[in-house]
Every structure is written in structure tokens, then in C-alpha cells.
């Protein structure tokens, strides 16, 4: 539409592209005070510069209107699987030959797995012509596409990938590490050693230590720098590396020095402790 003004009644001319207009896809309606254009149907054709030319007498005036007539873009021309590896494909498309009569603003991606047949969508609006899919599951296959978007929207059909993207899963053999015989030895070292200890006569006590070493050492138990062998009194034990050695009901006499020795093919190690073992308290009565 456009608006006129002049006296007397102008003579309004309509033009295209300096082409007088085919009657049969646009006509003119004029009245005192505009002007309308219509355009029946409007296709891409119809898109162009339009002029029109306002008249009086030998004066003259001229508007141009630019018309772009567009619609939905046909799809990518066409895409490939460039590459799969690890969770991830890589794709690439060549732009639609038909962009709508408009420029593309972007492209949707999705992706479907062959079991299901389900597509969703990865990427929305966007501008490249290629991407990389990630987060993909070991075991499946999958198949993608791209539609085309301009303003009008998105194109009815996508651009397939033909064959299947197949995330295998990683071939992995295990070896095992090569050890030197040699650097699994280790001498007895002690991690914990035995605490000085307290105890009263008659109430049993019990040292504790920790030790490692490769080959497993042997564990000796010594008071007073002698070994102590089968003796009721004294129970060793040995379990995971922890060494303990409970002494059952012990009387002043077994208070003193006890070391705990290790000992393997690749050395020795000794660690020592105090018991102190008090007497037996008297317990008194007051007869009144």
C-alpha cells in the first residue's frame, strides 16, 4: 500500500523490475487517497523490486519496494560419516541447493539408534557443516541426519547417512606387568612398633606390632634378649603383617624388655618395648 497526495487526482503506474505487471498474478487498486498493490498466490517468482510512479500533469514522483518471497529450504545435498572412534562420529553435509528463496540460518542434527529407530535431536540452529557426536553407547549402531533452516523454518526432508555408525567396543588385551624377581624382595622393616605398656598382676596384656617384608618374615618374640619359646604363659600370633604377643596372666617377674624380631632371606629387623606389671592391690576391710 502506499499513500497518496496531490491535486489534481494523480495517475499511479505499478511496475517490476521496469516491467509493466502481468495482470494475472498482481493487480492495482487506486482510490483518492492510495494506492494497493495484491499479489494472488505469491511465489518465489513474485520476489523482485517494485516500483511505482505517482504522476501530475509534467511532475512525477517514485517509490521502490523491495517483495522477497520465500519458503522452507530443501534439505543438505548430501552427508557423510567421515569418522567413528572411542563414543564419538564425525559428520559432514554440503549446504542445500535450494536455500528457499533465503539465506540458512543453521542446520538441526539427530541422531537414532538402529535398535529403537527413535530420532532425537543433538544440535538445533546450528551454522557449521559438520559437527561431532558425542556420548555415544558401545554396542549400538546409529544412523543421522540434518535438516536445513531458514526463516521460514526447516526443511521437510534430511539429508541420511547411508550406513551405520558402529561403536565398537575397544579390543583391549591385558598384559600383565614383567616383574624382576629381584625387586619384589624386600627386608623386614617394622610399619608399628609395640607401645610400653602397664599392666596389673594377674590381668592379661597384650603387645602388638606390624611388619612387612618379602619373602614373609618369621616372627620371633625375646625378654630381656631371650627367646621366648613354648611357654603357656606367652601366645604369638601373626595375621596380615599384624604381630601380637599376649602375655596371660602375668605376675611382676614378666615385666621387663620384649623385642619382636623379623627375620627373611633379605635381612632382619627388631623392635623393643617395656612391661611394667604391678602388684596386686590388698583389699581391706573395716569392721566397726
Known sequence: MSFLKGKPKPQVTWTKG??????KQASVRNSDSDTILFI????????????????IDDLEDKAKIEIQIAERPGPPKGITLVDVWGFNAALEWIPPQDNGNAEITGYTVQKSDKKTGEWFTVHENYRQTNCTISDLIIGNAYFFRVFSENLCGRSETAATTKNPAVIKKPENTYKPPEYNDAAL???????QPPNDRTTTHGYSTKLVCSVRGTPKPKIVWMKNQMEIREDPKFRSLVNQGVCSLEIRRPSPFDGGVYTCKAVNSQGEATVDCRLNVKGKQKMYTLKL
Open 40 to 55: 494472488r498466490k505469491a511465489e518465489r517468482k513474485d520476489s523482485g523490486t517494485y516500483e511505482v510512479s505517482v504522476k
Open 185 to 191: 624382595l624386600e627386608a623386614p622393616k617394622f610399619t
Open 18 to 23: 521496469g516491467q509493466p505487471l502481468d495482470p
